[in-house]
Structure formats: structure tokens, C-alpha cells
Nanobody, 118 residues
Framework: QVQLVESGGGLVQDGGSLRLSCAVS????????MGWFRQAPGKEREFVAA????????YNTDSVKGRFTISRDNAKNMVFLQMNSLKPEDTAVYYC???????????WGQGTQVTVSS
């Protein structure tokens, strides 16, 4: 069974930066689309960014484009989310996800907490 393990969350001040990492088990990482979702207290889970197995990148334009950057390292089975200019409204649990076009965002990590203080 696949495992997705996030790391890199924490407490940061308004305007600060964090880099989230997600390590994925398995041998066929490069065949999968990867992404990040987040869920703030009392809110629904929200799409943040995704990078397809071909390298196509999409962002939640309204919320994060221009501040967050998603990337992947297929040699290390890892996906990253560089978050700059963080705002208090970015406070949430961030989840790493894996999927395919047939089964989008099928597999989820346990999440990592990001807290941005004002």
C-alpha cells in the first residue's frame, strides 16, 4: 500500500516562507499526478496545486498563484510545495495527494499543519 508522508509544516509569521515536502513510497512515482490540498478549521478541503506526471502544473489561482510553487523530484519520489509571502489565511492542514487521470487524487497523506501568525 502506498504511503505519502508530509513534512515541513510549522509556525511562521505573516510574510514568511515554508517548504513542504512529501515522500511517496513505491516504484512508479513518475507515473502519477501529484498535488496538494489544504483544510482550514471549519472549512472544506481546498485544492492548492498539482503537477501531472508530464510536468503540467496547475494552481488554485485565486488563493495561491504567484506565492506558491509546486515541484517534483522523480528520482527521489518526492513532491514539494514552496510557500512564500504566507498569510494568516493560509493556516491549514496541508495534504499531499497522488492520483491518475482515471482516479484523480486517490491517495492521501496524513497532513502537516501550517500556522501563519499575524
Amino acid at each position: 500500500q502506498v504511503q505519502l508522508v508530509e513534512s515541513g509544516g510549522g509556525l511562521v509569521q505573516d510574510g514568511g516562507s515554508l517548504r513542504l515536502s512529501c515522500a511517496v513510497s513505491g516504484r512508479t512515482f513518475s507515473n502519477y499526478d501529484m498535488g496538494w490540498f489544504r483544510q482550514a478549521p471549519g472549512k472544506e478541503r481546498e485544492f492548492v496545486a498539482a503537477i501531472s506526471w508530464t510536468g503540467l502544473i496547475t494552481y488554485n489561482t485565486d488563493s495561491v498563484k504567484g506565492r506558491f510553487t509546486i515541484s517534483r523530484d522523480n528520482a527521489k519520489n518526492m513532491v514539494f510545495l514552496q510557500m512564500n509571502s504566507l498569510k494568516p489565511e493560509d493556516t491549514a492542514v496541508y495534504y499531499c495527494v497522488r492520483g491518475t487521470p482515471q482516479s484523480p487524487f486517490k491517495d492521501w497523506g496524513q497532513g502537516t499543519q501550517v500556522t501563519v501568525s499575524s
